[in-house]
Each structure stands twice: as structure tokens, then as C-alpha cells.
């Protein structure tokens, strides 16, 4: 990594730790208020708004974890993710539901906010914790999943067909950019790659059986 893309990363995590500060701050105490004011009060009011936060936060990691180690994103890590937004967006939206549709938008703000700089922040992180012999171009950048794709869509490759990046995701249950990935990978080997590599399997089984 050279200078300027150091400094890129490093502005924008600053920056998105700014935003996501004040956010934060502003999104706790609406949420807080909110809480307060539908019956729960002292450590118990408090606490309640972390829970939505930390829920956020957990799923993130979980899926951090599951990018960094090649694997499919657990699909509960998801759900409680779309889970947490929605309960701190619309905590927000209640807490100024009193003051028409302007307040409720502007009280909404700091969660979007907050939500989409912590996802900017997981996008940093992801691109600066790629171990270096994982680089892309690397010949040591092997998706544990390039051998199950190749398998799967064995038909489409011996016909000289590509699989679609939307077809990968349905077969693997991947994200776009991991799908898109494996596509890359699947493309040159319509030279004979992998096709030699399905019919190797193939004469093996044959001889086994």
C-alpha cells in the first residue's frame, strides 16, 4: 500500500468515526426519551438503546469475520442486521413523530447517519485487513468456493457459458462482490482449466465405480 492510498483510508476512517460519533450521540438520546417515555426509567432506560446498537454492531462483525475468512455470510447475521436498523430507525422516527413529518424526518437522520458510517467503516476495514498473499491477482488467492462453483455450473462450462453473477449468488449463497469473483475465476477457465480438471474427476469416479 503507498502513501496516498494510506492517507485515503485513514481520512475517510477519521472521517466516518466523526460522523458516526455525533450520530451515535444523537441517535442514543432520542431513543433514550423514547424508552422514558413508554414506561421504563433509571439503568433499565439507559440500557435499552445499547441493546439496538449492540445488535448492529455484533452482526457487522459477524459478517466482517465471514468476508475476511472467505465464507458465506450466515444468514441470521443478516437478519439481525435489517433487524437493528429498522428498530433504531424507527425508535428515531417515534421520538419525533410529535413534531409532523419534518421532525420525524429530521429526527431519523442521525440513525441513517450512524448506520450508514458504520457500514462505510466495515467497507475500510475489510479492504485494509486482506492478507497480503490473498491480494487480488495472487496466485495464492483461492476461494475455498472456486471448486464447488466449477462443479456446480460443470454444465454450463462445458458448454462454453458463463454462469451469471445472480446465478452463483442463488447456488452459493454469497454476496455480489464474492459472486462476481468467482465469475472472474470461472471465465479463463472456459480455456480448459477446470474443463480438464471435471473430466480428471470424471474418469477417476468411472474407474473407482
Not at 25 to 44: F, K, M, N, P, Q
Not at 76 to 97: D, E, F, Y
Not at 169 to 186: E, S, T
Request: cysteine-free; hydrophobic content about 50%; overall charge positive.
Amino acid at each position: 500500500m503507498n502513501a496516498v492510498d494510506r492517507v485515503i483510508r485513514w481520512s475517510t476512517a477519521l472521517a466516518v468515526l466523526g460522523v458516526a460519533a455525533v450520530a451515535a450521540v444523537a441517535s442514543y438520546e432520542h431513543a433514550y426519551d423514547l424508552v422514558r417515555a413508554h414506561g421504563e426509567a433509571g439503568w433499565t432506560a439507559r440500557l435499552i438503546p445499547l441493546t439496538v446498537d449492540g445488535l448492529i454492531y455484533a452482526s457487522s462483525m459477524v459478517m466482517l469475520d465471514s468476508a475476511r475468512r472467505a465464507m458465506p455470510v450466515p444468514a441470521l447475521a443478516r437478519w439481525l442486521l435489517g433487524l437493528g436498523i429498522a428498530a433504531t430507525l424507527a425508535a428515531n422516527v417515534a421520538h419525533g413523530l410529535g413534531h409532523g413529518l419534518a421532525g420525524a424526518a429530521v429526527a431519523a437522520w442521525p440513525a441513517v447517519a450512524l448506520v450508514g458510517s458504520y457500514e462505510l467503516l466495515m467497507m475500510v476495514t475489510r479492504s485494509s485487513q486482506v492478507p497480503a498473499d490473498r491480494a487480488p491477482g495472487n496466485q495464492h488467492d483461492a476461494d475455498p468456493l472456486q471448486e464447488r462453483a466449477a462443479e456446480l455450473f460443470a454444465g454450463q462450462l462445458a458448454a462454453d457459458r458463463i454462469p451469471s453473477v445472480r446465478a452463483i449468488r442463488a447456488q452459493l449463497h454469497v454476496g455480489q462482490p464474492r459472486a462476481q469473483r468467482l465469475r472472474d475465476h470461472l471465465a479463463p477457465e472456459l480455456q480448459g482449466g477446470w474443463k480438464a480438471q471435471l473430466r480428471d474427476r470424471r474418469a477417476k469416479s468411472t474407474a473407482e465405480a
